[in-house]
C-alpha cells in the first residue's frame, strides 16, 4: 500500500496564476527529459501510475501540482535538457520557476538526475536557481540499476564532493526499488516542516597564541 494513498492530481498550470493557494506545504521535483522523474514520483508516492497523468500530451509543459494529503503537494516540474533549441519553451519553463520562488509554501527540491549520463549543466542551473532562493537541494541519482554497486556508490561519493555540500545526494531506482525509504523520508520531513539535518561542524585552527 501507499503511502500517499490518496495522492491525487490537483491541477496543472500554465502560469503563476493558476498555481494553488500558497498555504501548507510544498516539495519540487524537477530533472533533465528522460531522467526517471515520473517513475521516481510514482515510486514516492506509492502509486504506479500517479504522474502518468502529467505526461499526457499537452502536460508535459505545465506544473503538475499533486496533492499528497491536505495541505501537502509535489509539484512536478516540466522536465528540461530536449528543448535545447526551442527558446520559446525554454522561456515559458523559466517564467514557471521564476514563479515559484516566492512561494512560502516551497520548502525543498528533487533533483532527478540519471546515474548513467551524471550530473549535467541544466542540473547546475536548477541547483544555482535553488540555492538563490534559499531552496535545500536533494539529488536522486536515478535508475542506480544501471550501474554496479561499486560505482554507483563511487559516483555518488564524487557527486556528493564535486557539489562542495550544496545538496544531498542519494541512489535511487524506481525499478529495482533502491533508495525509495530514504526519498521519502526527506520529502516528508519537508513536508513536515523539519530542517535540514545537520551539516558537519567547520572545524576552524585554533588562532595562533600569543608568541
Ligand atoms: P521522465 O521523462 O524523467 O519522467 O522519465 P520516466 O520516468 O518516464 O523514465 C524514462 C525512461 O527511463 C523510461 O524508459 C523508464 O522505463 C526508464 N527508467 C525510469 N526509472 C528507471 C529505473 O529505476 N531503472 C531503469 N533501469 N530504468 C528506469
Do not use: C
Not at 530536449?82 to 528533487?110: C, F, M, N, V
Amino acid at each position: 500500500m501507499g503511502i500517499y494513498q490518496n495522492a491525487q492530481l490537483l491541477l496543472s498550470a500554465a502560469a503563476a496564476s493558476q498555481f494553488p493557494a500558497d498555504r501548507g506545504a510544498e516539495v519540487a521535483i524537477a530533472g533533465r527529459s528522460n531522467a526517471g522523474k515520473s517513475s521516481a514520483i510514482n515510486a514516492i508516492v506509492g502509486r504506479r501510475a500517479l504522474a502518468r497523468t502529467s505526461k499526457q500530451p499537452g502536460r508535459t509543459r505545465l506544473l503538475n501540482f499533486f496533492e499528497l494529503t491536505p495541505g501537502a503537494r509535489l509539484i512536478d516540474l516540466p522536465g528540461y535538457g530536449y528543448a535545447q533549441g526551442a527558446r520559446a519553451e525554454r522561456d515559458t519553463w523559466a517564467r514557471l520557476i521564476a514563479a515559484l520562488a516566492p512561494r512560502h509554501s516551497l520548502k525543498g527540491l528533487l533533483l532527478v538526475v540519471d546515474a548513467r549520463r551524471g550530473f549535467q549543466d541544466s542540473d547546475e542551473q536548477l541547483l544555482i536557481w535553488a540555492q538563490l532562493h534559499s531552496r535545500p537541494v536533494h539529488v536522486l541519482l536515478a535508475k542506480a540499476d544501471q550501474l554496479r554497486p561499486s560505482e554507483a556508490r563511487s559516483l555518488r561519493a564524487h557527486l556528493q564532493t564535486q557539489l562542495l555540500g550544496r545538496a544531498a545526494v542519494q541512489l535511487f531506482s524506481a525499478h529495482e526499488s533502491i533508495g525509495i525509504d530514504e526519498a521519502r523520508a526527506r520529502l516528508a520531513a519537508w513536508l513536515a516542516g523539519e530542517p535540514e539535518q545537520e551539516k558537519a561542524p567547520v572545524v576552524l585552527k585554533e588562532p595562533p597564541g600569543p608568541a
